[in-house]
């Protein structure tokens, strides 16, 4: 019986095995086309020399909806005026930072994706989103379509330093200073700083003049959280000039301004121990640079 | 013991039986992959093929809330170059704009523009001025799922990737400029002529054209009016419905218009038809209540009935005795005061005119019937109402009454009926009558 049992299970067995002989070879051809089929048009063919080739970096100017946060509705940018926007980017951030702190720092440490978006990203509450990064491999720029504009609330005329520090650059470096927080965290001293402060969601409804600076953040926006007022007031101290920063101190007072400048000398500390770059030569390089860029050529790619 | 063989032997079939499953035979020749790529191939190879290129008849709005328009695209080495209907420089030439546009395979093939393109994306700017929602622009897309490639290659139906409208692309024959100023053409002959009248079988419905889209009312079993409201663009030979609609199990897609260019370059509009359906032709509206707007219609005395007689002749005697006036004439039809039309009933007494204004309400159900009813008073209206008993002249006309002409094609004289008051008989005509209380 027992061996009944068993040639009824060796039979089964042998049968099973047949069963799925048929044709499994591995595909014909490859899903991918092996074929190059890129052809760079002028305006892609600088980018490739000016930021893939030297920085290793991807500058996505066309839209490309799996880069794209789904959440929001958004145009794709003009092509003429992210040529303009590359100009100066490279101009004013990369070639700043490959000044003080060599290219290799900026091909190791920089974003893999700039992306350029046409449109504002609005909420819900109405306020606009003026840049993402995303997780340290991308940062995404909004309103470009508005970059040389001359009328209208979002406009950023090229001659507008300051315009174009709130659109890109603030941006720009607050977020590489978030990339440059994920590699290498900065000491949790700074968050017992302004320990208890900070108004998360709510920061919109606080004022920068009277509210925010008095209380040591350099922004209303820096009042979200530690890391937050860590990268903004970073880039706020890197592209606000002289000027600019003298009047942010007087409306921020005595008490005010001295939060503010101890949190400055936490950053400087930091950049110099982690990234060996000295802060305030970068300031200097950013905000020399800033008095150059109107002299560039913005009509011809070259 | 035996037990346990039996479990296996049971575990081994079931085993065995389920080793098979993935061996499917192919539906298809090619993978998906090789499928989806052959489509791209092929959709970018049609939109190329098009010399003149396409128009693309756009819509904005989820579920084509906010109308749409006509682009024209030209595209070449991943370049595509646009035309809006009606943008034209200050030399009436037409403004082209360029951007980039690729195919990517997500949801089959997709046709995206991915560089910015004014004609385009600047319904889609979440600030778009003057937009309709405070996020999403005028929730257009950019980005559209090629649907289907006509058999001969000279429709394309595309699908919107965000806000999921259906829109169609027709290959161009002429330019696109040709093209434009002929639908141009076309659109004044739809404006001209903004209400049409379908007859079928018995059955009738009436098209209403509002500029943007068509709001069509038809009749149900128990003769209770509905109404359906499609929007629609211009094409070079009438207009297309943003999707078929179905109106008595017809299924119609979009009107055509018959133009004809005289030598000396006058236009006439000789008829319209259904595009999907060219016996089935749409005319002017002419029930009777239609026709009555189109004349003037004059009141004697004589042709009154009692109702409306009173009246009349209330208002004759007190012209005369308070006014010392004699009243010259009174009409229902048109009134001009101030370089204002208005149509209502108006009248001359002495040397003063003066109108009481009329809505007409006519039935599209019964094309027999008509309503009126009082708006405003005009000029010396107010006078001889207050005075003279105007009011009591024109109120047995504010009623709903049953039509009847001597003539339909050219009538020169109507017998209205109140439905409500046999009584009230009233007969005009279309021959002026002065001095109309002793007519």
């Not at chain 1, 890129?38 to 892609?44: A, L, R």
């Not at chain 2, 039986?17 to 190879?45: G, K």
């Not at chain 2, 393109?117 to 405070?134: E, I, K, R, V, Y």
């Not at chain 2, 070079?236 to 179905?246: D, K």
Request: charged share 20%; hydrophobic share 35%.
């Amino acid at each position: 019986m027992k061996k009944l049992y068993i040639m009824l299970l060796a039979v089964v067995t042998a049968f099973s095995f047949t069963a799925c002989s048929d044709d499994d070879k591995p595909g014909g051809q490859s899903i991918f086309p092996t074929e190059p089929t890129t052809k760079y048009d002028k305006f892609e063919q600088w980018l490739l020399e000016n930021f893939t080739y030297p920085y290793n970096i991807e500058v996505l100017y066309r839209m490309k909806d799996v880069e794209i946060d789904h959440s929001y509705t958004l145009t794709p940018a003009d092509s003429a005026k992210c040529a303009k926007l590359a100009i100066i980017v490279k101009y004013l951030w990369f070639d700043a930072y490959a000044e003080v702190a060599g290219s290799d720092f900026v091909k190791q440490n920089v974003p893999r994706t700039l992306q350029f978006i046409g449109s504002l990203a609005v909420n819900n509450n109405g306020t606009v989103v003026m840049g993402t990064a995303e997780g340290g491999y991308k940062i995404t720029l909004y309103n470009v379509n508005n970059l040389d504009a001359t009328s209208g609330a979002y406009a950023v005329p090229l001659s507008n330093y300051q315009a174009l520090n709130d659109w890109y650059f603030t941006t720009l470096h607050h977020e590489f200073q978030h990339i440059l927080n994920q590699k290498k965290p900065y000491p949790t001293s700074f968050d017992f700083i302004s320990e208890g402060e900070y108004k998360s969601g709510d920061w919109y409804q606080y004022s920068t003049e009277s509210y925010a600076l008095p209380h040591g953040f350099i922004r209303n926006y820096a009042m979200a959280e530690p890391r937050e007022d860590y990268a903004e007031l970073y880039s706020q101290y890197l592209t606000n000039n002289d000027d600019l920063w003298a009047q942010k101190m007087a409306y921020a007072g005595p008490e005010g301004r001295a939060i503010i400048e101890e949190k400055v000398a936490h950053i400087r500390n930091y950049m110099r121990d982690n990234w060996n770059i000295d802060l305030d030569q970068l300031r200097h390089a950013v905000q020399r640079r800033a008095s150059e860029y109107l002299s560039l050529d913005y009509e011809n790619l070259n | 013991m035996k037990k346990i063989f039996l479990y296996t032997i049971m575990a081994v079939v079931a085993f065995t039986m389920q080793s098979c499953l993935h061996d499917n035979d192919d539906v298809f020749e090619q993978s998906a992959a090789e499928r989806i790529d052959a489509a791209v191939t092929n959709a970018e190879e049609v939109l190329v093929s098009a010399q003149n290129g396409w128009v693309l008849h756009y819509y904005a709005g989820q579920e084509y809330a906010y109308g749409g328009l006509n682009l024209a695209m030209k595209f070449k080495d991943g370049k595509v170059t646009m035309y809006q209907q009606g943008a034209i420089d200050n030399n009436d030439n037409y403004i082209t704009l360029t951007s980039t546009y690729k195919f990517t395979r997500d949801q089959g093939p997709v046709l995206a523009f991915d560089t910015y393109n004014d004609f385009l994306h600047s319904w889609g700017d979440p600030m778009a001025a003057n937009a309709p929602t405070d996020v999403d622009g005028w929730e257009a897309d950019y980005e559209f799922v090629v649907m289907n490639i006509s058999e001969d290659q000279n429709t394309i139906t595309l699908k919107g990737k965000k806000f999921g409208n259906k829109m169609l692309m027709e290959r161009l024959n002429v330019s696109p400029e040709e093209y434009f100023n002929e639908a141009d053409v076309v659109a004044s002959a739809f404006d001209y002529y903004s209400k049409l009248n379908y007859r079928k079988d018995g059955k009738k419905a009436r098209f209403m054209n509002d500029g943007s889209e068509f709001t069509i009312q038809y009749l149900d079993e128990e003769d209770n009016i509905l109404e359906m409201t499609v929007p629609f663009t211009y094409t070079n030979n009438g207009v297309l419905f943003n999707q078929p609609i179905e109106l008595y199990g017809q299924t119609i897609s979009g009107i055509q218009v018959n133009i004809e260019t005289a030598e000396d370059g006058t236009i006439s509009v000789t008829g319209f038809q259904l595009k999907d359906d060219a016996s089935q032709v749409l005319t002017e509206p002419n029930d009777p209540n239609e026709i009555f707007a189109k004349y003037n219609w004059y009141v004697a005395a004589s042709n009154l009935g009692t109702v409306a007689k009173a009246g009349f002749e209330k208002f004759v005697e007190s012209c005369a005795t308070n006014e010392k006036e004699v009243v010259e004439y009174m009409y229902l039809g048109t009134y001009t005061y101030r370089n204002t039309k208005y149509y209502g009933l108006a009248f001359k007494s002495g040397r003063y005119t003066g109108c009481t204004t009329v809505g007409v309400d006519a039935d599209f159900a019964d094309g027999n019937k008509i309503t009126f009813t009082p708006d405003e008073l005009v000029s010396n209206a107010t006078w001889y109402t207050n005075n003279d008993f105007y009011g009591e002249a024109t109120d047995p006309y504010f009623n709903t009454f049953n039509i009847e002409y001597d003539n339909d094609a050219a009538p020169t004289k109507v017998t209205l009926t109140d439905v409500n008051n046999p009584e009230n008989v009233i007969i005009l005509t279309t021959e002026e009558i002065t001095t109309p209380a002793e007519k």
